[in-house]
């Protein structure tokens, strides 16, 4: 577990304002990222993020089951990362635990266009910033390729907090459209 | 030149209808249909399509110019072609020559979703029907993998094209959302 060890390593580096949230980012290995430590009622939990595609399946389908999404199956969900461009995953991690807590992936023609799609954070999750960090992330990662047109699809419930960090509704009228089987 | 040899072959199969347009199709090779036959003013047009990405980047490049697009560079098209999963090119052949007047693809996670982008057709070959023979064979070829969520997005002028061929806008109030580089 070299990953640990560097983490750990890592961890004090860390300060803690007065509401136990830290959002300062460290680079802890090529594809992991330190991105907060929570503290509730003397809990400790570290959030870190992963752009690694070495992703446990039923640990995503456990989270999925979380927000009620219909069940997909496994192999499909494997080919599907597979040829995704960009994989995120969110870990929380305590003295006893790692739990995958929040996901998202894009696919992309990996130069100019990239689609973002099933981008989840657990509920008992929510509301702690991490999904903003998710979407941060993923938009760092297909920045990074030079992606000038980063879409997804959202959900009616959604559309405000995309809209708060920076997504555009239907810019110069431009309307998402879906062909579903008939 | 084989799929010439065959396509002359085939091509006594298409009965002309009285507007000098015919829309069976026919499979001449593996990733060749021919679907239609055009006659004006004596002139016989074949037009038919290509699901490989064998694709002339210089004649891509003139097709674009003809609608006005800005211009990309041929090497990061060359990797978003390589990067979709499918593409679609639609040609004319005359007595004279060969011309790439038509062009879509799609990104796609190969499984669940997909997304189609830089759907083109040729001015002068507008209002024909190919832009429908473009869509329809993009949705075979999406459909015929199982994709079931097949997305666009539509400048506005373009929304009831996409309407009549069966897409649907915002459907239960799901936003398309864009994010660009500021």
Redesign the interface.
Same mark, same amino acid.
């Given at each position: 577990m070299a990953f640990w060890k560097k983490f750990f390593k890592n961890i004090n580096m860390f300060n803690q304002d007065k509401n136990s949230i830290n959002i300062k980012k460290e680079y802890l290995a090529e594809d992991l990222i330190l991105i907060k430590h929570l503290e509730n009622q003397g809990n400790h939990n570290d959030i870190y993020i992963s752009t690694g595609k070495n992703i446990n399946l039923y640990e995503l389908e456990q989270l999925c089951d979380s927000v009620g999404w219909v069940r997909?199956p496994l192999k499909?969900v494997k080919?599907?990362?597979d040829?995704?461009?960009v994989t995120i995953c969110v870990f929380y991690k305590n003295n006893k635990s790692k739990k995958l807590i929040g996901f998202a992936?894009a696919?992309?023609?990996?130069?100019?266009?990239?689609?973002i799609?099933d981008v989840v954070i657990h509920p008992n999750f929510q509301g702690k910033g991490l999904g903003k960090a998710l979407m941060d992330q993923i938009?760092i990662q297909l920045?990074y390729s030079d992606i000038?047109?980063?879409?997804?699809?959202?959900?009616?419930h959604v559309?405000s907090f +995309?809209?708060r960090i920076?997504?555009?509704?239907?810019?110069?009228?431009?309307?998402?459209?879906?062909? +579903?089987?008939?």
């Open positions: 997909r499909k080919l599907a990362i040829h995704s461009f992936r696919t992309s023609d990996t130069v100019f266009n990239a689609t799609w938009v920045r000038s047109t980063i879409t997804l699809f959202a959900d009616p559309v +995309y809209r920076g997504f555009i509704t239907d810019p110069d009228g431009i309307k998402g459209m879906f062909w +579903y089987p008939r």
